[in-house]
């Protein structure tokens, strides 16, 4: 049995990632739509992927251009997500890896 010392001690905070903070990003990894703050006038949902025991956030914009590539490159199976700018200047380049 873990005190509540031992377990604050422990104690991470869970933090989502994001899809561009990994160095390649297989095309057929799964996601999942999550929404917060559920029912308020702050409500949003957002993508997320798990890979190992880590949470990544995969913005819109990805989806939308790797939707583009994937028309011209249906066989796309590594790219590399490469993000400039923060808060909402943030942009994302989906780069195809082979």
Do not use: C, H, W
Request: aromatic share 6%; hydrophobic share 35%.
């Amino acid at each position: 049995m873990t005190t509540i010392k031992e377990a604050a001690e422990n104690y991470e905070s869970k933090k989502t990632l994001n899809i561009a903070d990994l160095e390649v990003v297989r095309t057929d990894i799964e996601i999942r739509k999550e929404t917060f703050k559920e029912n308020t006038p702050d409500e949003f949902t957002i993508n997320i992927a798990t890979i190992g025991d880590k949470e990544y956030r995969v913005p819109d914009s990805v989806l939308k251009s790797l939707q583009a590539i994937l028309k011209a490159k249906p066989e796309l199976k590594t790219m590399k997500i490469v993000k400039t700018g923060s808060g909402m200047n943030t942009e994302y380049t989906v780069v195809p890896l082979d």
